[in-house]
C-alpha cells in the first residue's frame, strides 16, 4: 500500500476541512510575508513622498566651479549618472540694464538646450554675438521690444563692468520652473518685473533674466576679460543635476548620498579646502533622507508589530482548527495504537497531511502576500511603489510555514500521547473549565508581563503598540473561563426552571471546549478591529486638527495689501454677516521677537480652526483684547483746523542755566479712515491760534496724540503748561467753526509713559482747566512729549499665546507689557490680558492683538507683515466673489493654502500608511473568527449532531433544538463581541500614546486621544452583524447533522 | 499462508482491575481467574458492566492490569513496557472493536484497512506477514479487496473488521461484540468467518456476546457477573466455577431464592456432592420470612440447588 495515496484520501475524505487549512495555512504565511513587504513598501513610499514634495532644486543637486570646464570634470561618471537625470550645465550673473525707455537690473542666465526648451512667441533665439531673449511678461511691463538694444553692465562679483550693447532678438513665454530642467530657477513671472522700494527714490526694478546661448556667453566672458573689475569672478558657472522622485528609493538614497559624497571628493581632489577657486556642490538630500528616515524608522517600528498580532491570530485559529482536526481524528489515532504502532508513528499520517497542505499553501500565500500588498499600495501608497521580493518576505513565509507543521506535530503527539483506552472513548471529554492548559496559562503570562511593561515602561516602544492584543488576549482567555462557568450555572438553573431551550444551549457550550475557543477568539479579533479603528479615527482626527491649526482655517488666501485698513474694510464688505472671512495680519519680525497676530476679536473664533473644541477660547477672553471703558475717538471733518489756547507757559526748569526756553509747538497726529496718518502743527501762543490746512480729512479723521514739539536744538529744561480751550473745524477757511470736543484729562495719556517713568522721555499729563478746556502739563529736556487719546491704549491690550510669547518690559500697570512689534514693523509693547494653549497658524510663542487697535496704533504701510484672509469653510462660489473683490480693490491673492491640501499631507505619510495596515490587521482577524465559528461548526457537527439527536429521541422538538443551537452560538458571540470592543476600546486608549501620528510630533495642537466612539460602534455593531451570520451559517449546519440515524451509525 | 502463527495461551491469575470515575474508584474485575488453552475458542458472557470489555482491553494490552497476574502467551502483560505492549498488538494480538465501522478507516479499500493493520508489524520487522488479500480471503473477501467501504454488507464490514484484527494472523484475536446489530444470515457469517480463522489458523479467539445463541455455539463460555467468572458452560451447561479462594457464584435463578445475606450451611456428602442448606431464621430483609415455602420435613430444603449439583 502505498501511505502517500492513503494520506491523498484522507485529505479527500475531509476535504472541506483540508480546504479551511489550506486556506489558513495561507493567510497565515501570507500574514507574515505581507508585515515585511508593505513595511518595506511604506519605507519606500516615505523617501519617495519626501522627495516629491519638495522642489526639483531642493532634492537635486547643484555643483557650482569657476568654469564650464571644471564643472564638467566633477560631473557624475560610470553607475552614479543612472541616478540622475540629463545634467543641465549652466552660466549665470547680475547685470545692470539700460534700455530705451526704461533701466532695470536683471539676471543673465545661460542654459543647455535653451531655445528648445522655451517658447519663443517673438523674434528668433539668439544666433551669434551679444543678443538675448527678454521675458514677455518683462518686456510688456519694461516697454523692451524685439531687436530693442540694452546697455549692459555687469555687477556679478567685486566690481561692476562694461558688458556692452545687447540686441534683444527675441521674446519667450514665462515658464514653469519646476521642472527638472529649470530646477526651480525663477528666471521668469508673470509680472515680468519685481519692484524694490527703495525710500525716497525710485524702486528698483527686477526684470524677468535675460537668456544666453553659449555665444551670448562667451561674449560676457570675453567682456569680463578685458574689464580690470574686481578679483572676485562675477560669474556662476553650475551643473543641475536633477533627481527623478520616482527614480529613488531604499536603494538608491544610498548610492546617492555616496554620489554626492563622490563629488565632493573629486572637488576635494582638484582645489584643497580654504582655495577661494574651490568649486562646491549644494544638495539638501542629506536633511530630506533624514526627514524620511524618521518616517521609515516609525514604520519599521509599527507594520512589524501589527504583522506578528495577526500572524498570531491566525497562528491561533490554525491551531484550534488543526486541534479540531486532531480531535477528528482520534478515532484513526486510537486505531493505529491499538494496532500497535508507536505514539510517534501513529501521529505520522496526519502530520504528513498537515506537511502536504502547509507545503502546498506556502506558494500560494506568498503569492497572496504580493497581491495584498500590491492592492494596499495601488490604494494607499504613491503611485510606482510595489512589493518587493526580499529575503525577509521569504524567510517570514517560510518562518510561519514551520510554525504551522510545528504546532501540528505539538498538538498530534499530545493527542496521541494519551492512554489508548482515552482515546477509543466515542464520547468527547467534557470541558471542566478547570486547569488551563499550559499553552494558555503560558500565554496569558505573557500577555501580562507585555501589558506591565507596556504600561511601566517606556510608553513610546513598540511593546506599547502589542497592548490592545495582549489585553485582548488575557480578557479572551478570563472570558473564555468565566463563559463555561457561566454557561453551566445558567444551563441548570433554566433545566430547573424548565426552560428547555436556554438550558441545553447553556449545558452544551459548558461541555464545548471549541465554545471557549470561539468566544476568545472572537474577544481577540473584535479587539483588535475595534482598536486598530479607534487608533486609525483618533489619528485621522489628529491629522485633520493638525492640519487646520497649521493652516489657520479652512482656507487661507495670502494677498499682497496696500494696508491693512483697505484689506479690512474689503473683507467686511464682502462678508458683512462676518461668518465667513477674515482679515488677518501676521507680523514675523526679525530675531527672537515673537510673532504677532492681529485679527478681529469678533471672527476669530467663528473662522479660524483651532484643531479641537477643546483649544478654542472663550469670546470673553478675546473681549479682553479692547479695554471696556475705553473713551470714544475723537472723529472729525474738515478743511481748516484751529486752536484755542488760554495761558501759555513755558519756564526753564534748570536755574543753573542761563539760556531761555525757546517756543514750543503741539502737532496732532490725525488718522485718515484708509488707516494713513496726516500730522497738522500748531504754534503755541495764547489766544486763538489761526487756521492750519488739513489734508485729507474730508471723509473724517481721528485725533489719535497731541505732541509737544520743541524747537530743534533745543535741550533745556522746561516746564510746559498749555491752556487748551478747545479745538475747531471748519469746512473752509472762510466757513463757520465746529467745536472739537477733547474729552476729559483721564481720556488722554502719556505715550511714552514707561520711558518717562525711566528719565528718559518727558513726563506730560492732562489735567482739567479752571475755566473748561484741559491744561498740558510737561516737563520735557529736549524731547518730545506726547498725549495718546485712550480710545487707543498706549499698551494695546494682547493675549500670550504658549510658552515664550514675547519679551517682558516695564508697566506701571501690575501686569509686566511685553516688547513686540505692531504690524507696522514698529517696536511697540503689549499689555497680556490673558493667555491661550496657542494661536492657528503661527502656533505658540505668538501674540494675538485686535486687528482695529493694531491698526490705529500703527502706521499704514505693512513692513515685514503679511496680509491674509482666512476662510471659514472651502466654498468655492463664495470664494471667488471674494477673490473679485479683492483684485478690483487692488489686493491680489499670491498664494491659496488649504487644510484639506495640509491633511493630504499628512495622509501620505508612514504614520498614516501604517495605521491603515492595523485597520486591514484588525478585519481579516474579524473575517478568520467568522470563518471559525463555521469551521468549528462544520468540523463539529458530527458529534454535536449525535448529541442533539439523542435529545431528539428523548422526545425534544426540532424547533426547541433549533433554538438551542441558535443561542448557543449568538450567545458566544455576543459576549465576544461586547468583551472584545471594551477591552479593544481600553488597549487604543493605552497604545495611543505610543503611536506616533505624524513623522514629527505635533505640539499644536496636542494630540487628542478621545476615543473615537460613533466609528467604534459602528465597527463594534458591524462585527456583530458579521459574526452573527456565522454563528447562524453555524447553527444551520450543525442542524443539519441531526438524525436519528446518526445514533444508529455511532460516532 | 505466509506468518501462520500458533495460538497464544491466556491465563489470568487473581486479575483485579479498577479505575477512576468522576474522582471514585471503581472496581471492574475483581479476582479473575482465567485459563485458556492455545487455539481455543471462548465466548465471554455477562451482563452489561460486569467487566467484560474491561477484561478484553487487558489482553489487548490497552490498559494494564491493577493487581495480579495476566499472561497471554509468554508474555506478562502486567509488566511489560509500553513498546513491548506496542509490539504485542502489532504482531500476536488482534482485537476488533465494537461496531465494524470503528476498527475501520473509512476512506480507505478493505486491503488498504489491512494494510494499514500491518504498518506498525511491518516497521517492527514482520516481514513474513500474509498479504492483504490472503487475509480478505481468509475471510472470504478477496472479491471485494479493493472495493469501497460504503458498498459492502454489514456482515462484510464486520468479516472486513475481523480481517483486519487478523491482519498479521495474531496468536489471540479479540473481539468485541462482533455480531451486534446484525441480522441473522450477517451474524451465521460472522461466526463462520470467525470459527474458519480459529480453525485454520489456530488463532486463540475470545469472543465478547450477549446474544444467547452465539454463546450456544461457541465450545466454552465464560460467564462474568459483578467483575468474576461466574460460570463456565461447557457444550451448553454450565457450571459454576470455584474461585482459587474458594469463592463459588451461586447462579442467578438460585441467588432469586436466597437472599443476600441468608446463612449457609455447607455439606459436602458421601456421594461428593454438596449441599447448601440455608440456616432456620428470619429474613434479614425487614417483614420477609426466608423460608416460605419451607418443606415440613426436617433437613431438606424447598427446592434443589441448581448449581450444587455434584
Known sequence: MNGGWLGLRSLRHRAGQSVLVALLSMTAIAACAAGPMYERAVEQAAIRSQLSHTGTAERGVTITAGSAGEVRSYLPVGAEQALFTTPVMGFQTAVSVTAAHSSFDAIAAGRDDLCGRLRITAGRCPATGLEVLVSSSSSRALNVGVGDRLQLIGRGGSAAYEIGTARVSGLYEPFDPATDYWFDRAYSTAAGVVREPRGDIPDLLHSDALLLTPAGISAFEAARRSATAGSSTPFSYFADLPVPAGRIGIDTSRRLLQAIDAITARIDAAHPAGDPNRGSVRSRLVPLLEQADAGRRQSRAIIPTLAVQLALVVLVVLGLVVAVGVDQRRPELALARLRGQSKRDAAGPYLGEIAVLVTGTLVPGLGLAWLGCWLLCRWWLPAGVTPEWRWPVLLGGVAVALVEVALAVLLARRATAQPIAQLLRTVAPTATGRGAGAAELALAVAAVAGVTVALTGDRNSAISLLTPGLIAILAGLLLGRLALWGARIAGHRALWQGRLAVAVAGLQAARRPSFRRVLTLVCVAVALLVSSVDQWQVSAVNRTARAGAEVGAAVVLDVRAPTAAKLRSVVADADPAGDYAMAVITQRPDGDSSPVLAVGRRRLNVIADWGFARDIPSQALLDRLVPANRPAPIVFTGRQLRLRLGSAQVVSDDPTSPESPQPVSLRLRLRRPDGSLTTTRLPVRAGTVPGTALGGCEQGCTLSQIELVRTVGDFLAVKVAIQLLGLDVSSSAAGSWRPVPLGGAQDWRNAEEAAAAAGTAATTSFTAGPAGGLVLHAVSHGSEATLQHLDVPVNLPCLLAGPGAGTSGDSDDGAAAVLTHGIDGESASCQPVGSLAFLPRVGTGALLVDLDLAIAASQSELTNSTASIWLRTVDPARERRLTEALTAAGIPVSARSTAAERRSVYDQSPPAWSIRAALAAGLVAVLLAALMIVIVAMTSRRSRGYDLAALRLLGLPLRLLRRAVLIEQLLGVLAGVLAGAAVGVAGARLALPALALFVSPSTVPLPSYRTAWPAVLLVACGALALLCCAAVLATVLVLRAVSPAVLREGQ | ?310
Open chain 2, 1 to 310: 499462508m505466509a506468518g501462520v502463527r500458533r495460538g497464544l495461551s491466556v491465563s489470568a491469575h487473581g486479575l483485579v482491575h479498577i479505575y477512576r470515575l468522576e474522582g471514585n474508584d471503581v472496581v471492574a474485575l475483581t479476582s479473575v481467574d482465567l485459563e485458556v488453552p492455545a487455539g481455543q475458542l471462548v465466548g465471554l458472557l455477562g451482563p452489561s458492566g460486569s467487566g467484560k470489555s474491561t477484561l478484553i482491553t487487558l489482553l489487548a494490552g490497552v490498559q494494564r492490569p491493577s493487581a495480579g497476574r495476566l499472561r497471554v502467551g509468554e508474555h506478562d502483560l502486567a509488566v511489560m513496557e509500553d513498546a513491548d505492549l506496542d509490539r504485542l498488538r502489532a504482531i500476536e494480538v488482534g482485537a476488533v472493536l465494537q461496531g465494524a465501522v470503528r476498527n475501520l478507516l473509512s476512506y480507505a479499500s478493505p486491503a488498504q484497512n489491512v494494510a494499514f493493520a500491518q504498518k506498525a508489524a511491518r516497521r517492527l520487522g514482520a516481514w513474513e506477514l500474509p498479504r492483504p488479500t490472503e487475509v480478505l480471503d481468509l475471510l472470504s473477501l478477496a472479491d471485494c479487496a479493493h472495493h469501497r467501504l460504503v458498498e459492502l454488507t454489514p456482515g462484510q464490514l464486520q468479516r472486513l473488521a475481523v480481517a483486519v484484527g487478523m491482519a498479521t494472523l495474531p496468536g489471540l484475536l479479540l473481539t468485541d461484540e462482533p455480531t451486534s446489530q446484525l441480522d441473522h444470515r450477517y451474524r451465521d457469517e460472522v461466526l463462520q468467518a470467525i470459527g474458519s480463522v480459529n480453525r485454520s489458523v489456530g488463532t486463540t479467539v475470545i469472543t465478547v456476546t450477549h446474544d444467547p445463541e452465539v454463546a450456544a455455539r461457541m465450545p466454552r463460555t465464560i460467564t462474568i457477573r459483578d467483575g468474576r467468572i461466574g460460570a463456565e458452560g461447557h457444550g451448553g451447561e454450565d457450571f459454576a466455577v470455584l474461585g482459587r479462594d474458594g469463592s463459588l457464584q451461586l447462579p442467578p435463578d438460585v441467588r432469586e431464592q436466597i437472599p443476600p445475606g441468608t446463612l449457609l450451611r455447607v455439606q459436602l456428602n458421601p456421594d461428593g456432592t454438596v449441599l447448601l442448606d440455608p440456616r432456620p431464621g428470619r429474613d434479614p430483609r425487614p417483614g420477609r420470612d426466608p423460608r416460605p415455602d419451607r418443606d415440613p420435613r426436617p433437613g431438606r430444603p424447598a427446592g434443589g440447588l441448581p448449581g450444587a449439583a455434584p
